[in-house]
């Protein structure tokens, strides 16, 4: 493993925290035994346990899921840290490297809303380079997103590829020129949430290369375990190191592991990229004959697992939608979405649910 003193990268970390330990958990003393009575834990287990072994702390990053999640986004099992969904790394992201109102974050929305929800907490300026919304799309503009980056003093660049809600993907050579451009600025953290639904390749292979690029993946997605809330950071070992001193002692339930590991088998990997596929085709599907429901003005297309569509009258749409059992993605809050709403991909008769509900207004026209 890298030593975290000794990496270059640690000088985007806040100054009080390079050297920071964190809470040592009596998981985390590196001892073994028969007889554990160092954590003030119950000698008994709960009548509810079932096997699970609930009454032991569970090991804050165990290393065989460390080991398995990097096989799969092909990094090393030390350049991984796990968490309670990407949210967690996000937020820890954000506390490590900015200081209050000094340290600011770059993001371009529309996008996911969890980047700024972390930037305000921790008091970090926050910068926003709006997409641009053109005949193909919306489409991030990232010479600008580098230069308010390095305006600003920004300490972490957050990019959303495929980008939450609008569905583009970004070129992985681009997002590898906006990582050098800001090499020793800032870390260009790539959020993959949707990789696996993305003809685009992952820009996890490219941090050794690049060790101020990081790169954010969760099971909640492609993987069906939203309920298990486990999510990673990939990104240089040293990174990982000062984000686990930082992290809650004891931040994975066993349970959520033993989930996780059973959904990464070779036979739950095979069914979820069957799944993908499906999902795929359903989105070519829904976004041709969605284009053509009365009220709706236009359907963007999108490398991930829904779809953004604007509406002649999108609350008159989300209603319909309701009334009809189907409950979609309220986006007109978001900035450039007052007439939008965002699908996600289900079933073949859950798509077909909405062509209904919406070919339905036609009739009571």
């Known amino acids: 493993m890298s030593n975290p003193t000794q990496s270059p990268l640690l000088e985007l970390v806040r100054p009080d925290l390079r050297g920071f330990g964190g809470y040592s958990s009596a998981r985390r003393a590196g001892v073994s035994g028969s007889v554990w009575l160092n954590a003030n834990e119950s000698a008994w287990r709960n009548p509810a346990d079932g096997g699970l072994g609930a009454n032991r702390y569970p090991d804050p990053q165990p290393e065989v899921l460390r080991a398995r999640l990097g096989t799969v986004y092909g990094v090393r099992a030390d350049q991984v840290l796990v968490g309670r969904g990407s949210d967690e790394a996000i937020d820890l992201l954000v506390r ?38 053109g005949v193909n799309g919306f489409e991030s503009d990232l010479d600008a997103m580098a230069s308010a980056a390095i305006a600003h003093g920004a300490k972490l660049v957050f990019v959303c590829s495929p980008a939450n809600p609008t569905g583009q993907a970004i070129a992985a050579a681009d997002l590898r020129d906006l990582a050098r451009r800001l090499a020793g600025r800032a870390l260009v953290v790539v959020d993959e949430a949707y990789g696996e639904y993305s003809d685009q390749p992952s820009l996890a292979r490219d941090i050794d290369d690049q060790p101020n690029l990081a790169v954010l993946r969760t099971l909640s997605k492609a993987h069906a375990l939203a309920a298990a809330r486990i999510g990673c950071l990939l990104a240089d070992a040293s990174l990982v190191q000062v984000l686990r001193n930082c992290q809650a002692p004891y931040p994975l339930p066993s349970p959520c592991v033993q989930l996780a590991l059973a959904g990464l088998s070779e036979q739950a990997q095979a069914l979820t990229r069957q799944h993908v596929q499906a999902v795929r085709a359903e989105r070519e599907r829904l976004r041709v004959e969605l284009a053509s429901c009365p009220g709706v003005r236009r359907v963007y297309p999108s490398q991930g697992n829904y ?30 979405l007052a007439d939008a709403l965002r699908i996600s991909i289900g079933k073949a008769e859950e798509n077909d649910a909405v062509l209904a509900a919406l070919r339905a207004g036609r009739a009571a026209a």
């Open 96 to 133: 490590a490297l900015c200081r209050p109102g000094q340290d600011a974050v770059v993001i371009a929305p529309p996008v996911f809303g969890m980047y700024a929800v972390s930037a305000r907490l921790q008091g970090a300026p926050l910068v926003e380079v709006p997409l641009r919304d």
């Open 307 to 336: 779809l953004l569509a604007r509406f002649e009258d999108a609350g008159l749409a989300f209603a319909r939608l309701l009334a009809a059992g189907v409950v979609v993605r309220d986006m007109r809050a978001s900035s450039q």
